[in-house]
DNA sequence: CTGAAAGCGCTTACAG
DNA sequence: CTGAAAGCGCTTACAG
C-alpha cells in the first residue's frame, strides 16, 4: 500500500509551505531557481502526482470527456471510439464511454450523468430511437450548462452544436456513379436501418441523381432486422439486379450469401457495394466492395474540434465533413 | 448556463448551516423530520445534485472503474465491455474505457493513469503483447495500491487477484467431441493469434483428450496475420480434412470462406466450428457453428466479482469460470 | 436536533 | 522570493 506523497508532506520535509511547493511544481516564475530544483527533486524522488479529484475540484476542469456510443458491436462506432479515444489520450483526456444501446431513455440518463460529473465536453451519435421520436431536448438542456457539445454521424439540425459528418450524400452518390460507369442498369437498393439520418442521406444522394431512363432503382428498406435475411432473398431473387447497394455494415454482407445462395456469379452477374469496412466486409466471400467512412479519423476530428471549442466560444458551430473512400474488393470487380 | 446550486447556497436560503442541509439530504437520523423535509424539498425545487468531484474528495472514492481492453474491433471485446458498461451503471458506477490497443506500453500508461486517477477498480484483460513477453509487473504495482483488480479471459497465474475465465479447455473439448462424433476423423485446427492464453488452453482442451488412432489432428498456427488468408487455403487444400476448428474469431470464418473457394461442400464433405459469436458467424454463408463464450455475461460477472472484492478484503482470489455454449449452425450440420 | 470547525488536496490572490 | 489565508464543495466528529 504506497501511501500517496502529498503537497503537505513535501511541504514538511522541505520546510517551506505548500504554496511554494505548489508554486514550484508549476513552474511559478515567482519561484526562485534553487528552490523549484529542491521541490522537484524531492517529489520526483517520492513519485509524487498530484491528486486529480483535489486539482478537478479547484480548476473546474476534469480533463474527462463523455462520449455516447449508439452501437459498440457496430464496426463503425467501433472505429469511432477508438480515433476518439487516441485523440483524446493524446491531449491529456480521459474518456467516460457511455453504450446507450440504440435507447433514447438510456441517452437522457447518461447525459445528465456525465453533466453531473462535470466532464469538460461530450461527443455524442444520437440512438436510433432519439431519431425516430425527433425528441432533441436533452441535448439542448446539456448545452444550457455551457459545456461544449459534439455530434457525430447521427445528428440533427435541430441542435445547435458543432457536428462531425461523413458526407453520405457524395458517397452514395460516387457508389451509384461507380456501379452505372460498370454498365449496371438495374440497381438494388437495400437498409436494414432506414430510419437513420445517416441512411436517408445516402438514399437522397443516390436519388438526387439526374438518371436517364435506361437505369433502374429499387428499394428495399426492412424495418424489422429478423426479416432481413428472408426479404432480401426474395428481393434479389424477384428482380433481375445487375447490382446491389447495402446502405448499411449488415445489408451488403447480407446480399452477397443471398446472391450466392441464388447461384448468382459475384460480380459478373451481380456486382455488390456496401457501407462500413469492418470484418464484415473484408471477410465476405468474395471480398465486399465498402465506402469506409474513415472511423477512426472521423473520432480523432469530432476531438479536434470540441478541443477548440473549449477556447473559442465565440464562432458559430461548425461541421465538419468526413471525406468517405471507396474501396474496390472482389465483389465488384 | 444554469449555475448549479450548492449546499451553501440551499442553507443561505432556509437559514439553517451546511452541515445540517448535508444531513439532512443524506438522511441522518440527528436531522428532525421536519427539516429533512424542508431541506429535501427546495433541493428538488432547485434540482440539485451534489458535485460528485468534491464527494469524491472528501470519501476518497470515485465511483469509477477503469476498463483496460487490448482490441475493440474484437466482437468478445465488445460485449465484454457491454456486459462490464451495464452491469456498472446499474451500480451506480462510471466506467473510465482504456483502449490498449494490443500495445503493452499503452497498457502500462493506462494503468498508472487509472490510479492515479483514483479509479475504484481496475478490469483488465492483457494485450497480446504482454501476454507474449511476460511481462506482468506493471499490474503487481497497480496491486499494491490496494483497489481491486479483476482480470479476464487473457489472463496469468503470476498475477495473485481475482480471475474471469472462458472454460477454454472444456469449449475446444465439447467442440472436438462433437465433430468426432459427428464421425469426422481428419480434423485441421487454426488459429491466427497463437500466442494468447485463451488459444493455448483451447488447444491444450483439444490435445489433452484421450483419441484413438482413427483420428488425425493436424495444426496450423499463424504468427503473421497478413498471411492468413494464404495459408489457411494452402492449409485446407493440401490436406483431406473433413472437420477444421478456428480458436480465433476470424480463423473460422477464413475457412469457410477457403473451403467454397475449394469448392468443398460445407458440411457435407467439411464442418466447420469457430469461436466468439459474433457478426462473422452470423453473417457467414453457410452460418458458422461457434463457441459462445457469453461475453455479456462474463462482463457483468467480472463487475461482480470486483464490487464485492471491495468489501470483501480477506479472502483469497477468486476464479469465476464463464460456462460457454456450443451454438449448431450450418456450417456444421 | 443544530451548527461550528476541521479537513479532503489542491491553487492563487494577496501581503510581506 | 516566500508564506498565510481563503476557497473549490462537500462530509463528519464533536460540542452544545
New interface residues.
Given amino acids: 500500500?504506497?501511501q500517496k506523497t502529498t503537497l503537505k508532506q513535501l511541504s514538511k520535509e522541505l520546510n517551506v509551505s505548500v504554496s511554494t511547493v505548489s508554486k514550484a511544481l508549476n513552474n511559478s516564475p515567482e519561484i526562485s531557481e534553487k528552490t523549484i530544483k529542491r521541490v522537484k527533486e524531492l517529489a520526483a524522488l517520492y513519485g509524487y502526482?498530484p491528486?486529480?479529484?483535489?486539482v478537478?475540484?479547484k480548476r473546474n476542469k476534469?480533463y474527462?470527456l463523455g462520449i455516447l456510443i449508439p452501437d459498440?458491436?457496430n464496426?463503425f462506432f467501433?472505429?469511432v471510439?477508438?480515433g476518439i479515444?487516441?485523440k483524446a489520450?493524446e491531449n491529456g483526456y480521459?474518456?467516460?464511454?457511455?453504450?446507450t444501446?440504440e435507447s433514447l431513455g438510456k441517452e437522457k440518463e447518461?447525459l445528465t450523468?456525465l453533466e453531473?460529473?462535470?466532464v469538460d465536453g461530450v461527443i455524442a451519435a444520437m440512438t436510433r430511437e432519439t431519431q425516430l421520436k425527433k425528441d432533441f431536448e436533452h441535448f439542448n438542456l446539456y448545452k444550457?450548462?455551457?459545456k461544449p457539445l459534439v455530434l457525430f454521424d447521427r445528428v440533427t439540425d435541430e441542435i445547435d452544436c458543432d457536428k462531425v459528418v461523413v458526407d453520405d450524400h457524395k458517397a452514395a452518390e460516387e457508389v451509384f456513379n461507380y456501379l452505372v460507369g460498370q454498365g449496371r442498369k438495374n440497381i438494388g437498393i437495400i437498409s436494414t436501418l432506414p430510419h437513420l439520418s445517416v441512411i436517408i442521406g445516402r438514399l437522397q444522394g443516390i436519388e438526387n441523381i439526374p438518371k436517364d431512363d435506361t437505369v433502374q432503382l429499387e428499394k428495399l428498406m426492412i424495418d424489422n432486422a429478423d426479416e432481413a435475411e428472408k426479404l432480401i432473398d426474395n428481393f434479389i431473387r424477384n428482380s433481375n439486379f445487375d447490382a446491389i447497394i447495402g446502405l448499411d455494415?449488415?445489408a451488403g454482407?447480407?446480399a452477397?450469401?443471398s446472391a450466392?445462395?441464388n447461384n448468382l456469379d459475384i460480380p459478373k452477374q451481380i456486382a455488390i457495394v456496401g457501407f462500413t469496412d469492418?470484418?464484415?466486409a473484408k471477410?465476405?466471400?468474395p471480398k465486399m466492395s465498402v465506402v469506409s467512412q474513415h472511423g477512426i479519423e472521423l473520432g480523432g476530428n469530432a476531438v479536434k474540434i470540441l478541443l477548440e471549442r473549449m477556447t473559442d466560444t465565440k464562432s458559430g458551430p461548425k461541421r465538419f465533413i468526413q471525406p468517405t473512400t471507396l474501396i474496390k474488393r472482389a465483389s465488384s470487380e
Fill in positions: 500500500m504506497n502526482k491528486n486529480p479529484v483535489a478537478s475540484l476534469t474527462t459498440i458491436l464496426h467501433a472505429k471510439l477508438y479515444e487516441q489520450s480521459k474518456i467516460i464511454t457511455c453504450l444501446n447518461y450523468m453531473y460529473n462535470k444550457d450548462s455551457g455494415e449488415t454482407s447480407i452477397i450469401n450466392k445462395h469492418g470484418l464484415l471477410n465476405a466471400y
